[in-house]
């Protein structure tokens, strides 16, 4: 059955990424959610998506550039109308309240130009939280080099390669058999098609679409069996599932 996750919570009724957005998506009965991970000047990961701060009205900074306490102090559901001030959430303090209650999939997230250094200690301080993993904690990252330095730490740990829209089926396929220790893919709604889900099938891998939120795009999804649906409407994706 194609598992059904929240895209950074219910992020079309909440602040994305917060602890108001996660628990609004615990509402409806979701297999699982997806988070972004970023990591703070002094070392600490936390839950944010963007390259930048635009959405909290700081366009030309980045999460790096504060320490975990000033970005406490910080408004993360500003730019969501309505809604309660928010601190951002740390990384280990979301592990430890969701992974209980559903699945998990973990972004970790890089940034052009980011030091290579302070992506391992992600990679590092992802796989520090998720522990052991399995069926019900994945990591994923759109950066190869982020995978395999986690692989080269936690050879067992299910790790995801992010496929951008441009990459095919040709791709994901050559991809899969140069990086066999991938556990799987996530691919982009736009590419997905029998040819897509065929190559990723046929070498036994986890599949997984970000990220569908129309009618026709969830259709297509369940249609094709994917193994994760990830979603911005999970509360549609699970009625058309069925449940």
């Given at each position: 059955m194609t598992l059904i996750y929240a895209h950074r919570g219910a992020r079309r009724e909440a602040a994305e990424n917060t602890r108001s957005a996660f628990d609004r998506a615990l509402a409806y009965p979701i297999d699982g959610i997806e988070t972004d991970?970023?990591?703070?000047?002094?070392?600490?990961?936390v839950l944010w998506h963007d390259d930048d701060l635009a959405k909290l009205g700081l366009p030309d900074k980045r999460i790096d550039d504060y320490d975990l306490a000033q970005l406490q102090g910080m408004n993360f559901a500003a730019h969501f109308s309505g809604a309660a001030a928010e601190p951002v959430m740390r990384l280990q303090d979301f592990v430890a309240t969701y992974r209980a209650r559903c699945a998990l999939l973990l972004e970790i997230k890089r940034y052009p130009g980011e030091p290579e250094m302070q992506q391992q200690a992600k990679a590092r301080q992802t796989l520090q939280a998720a522990g052991e993993g399995s069926a019900r904690m994945?990591?994923?990252?759109?950066?190869?080099?982020?995978?395999l330095h986690a692989h080269s730490i936690a050879p067992d740990f299910p790790l995801v390669l992010n496929l951008e829209p441009e990459h095919d089926?040709?791709?994901?396929?050559?991809?899969?058999?140069?990086q066999a220790w991938l556990h799987g893919l996530c691919v982009h709604i736009a590419t997905l098609d029998e040819d897509m889900a065929s190559a990723v099938r046929e070498r036994g891998k986890l599949l997984a679409v970000y990220t569908c939120n129309s009618d026709e795009q969830i259709g297509r999804a369940l249609e094709l069996g994917v193994?994760?649906?990830?979603s911005d409407v999970p509360q549609k994706a699970l009625e058309?599932?069925?449940?």
């Open positions: 991970i970023q990591i703070s000047r002094d070392g600490v990961c994945l990591a994923s990252s759109f950066d190869p080099d982020s995978l089926a040709t791709f994901a396929g050559r991809m899969l058999q140069e193994d994760v649906l990830i058309m599932r069925g449940g």
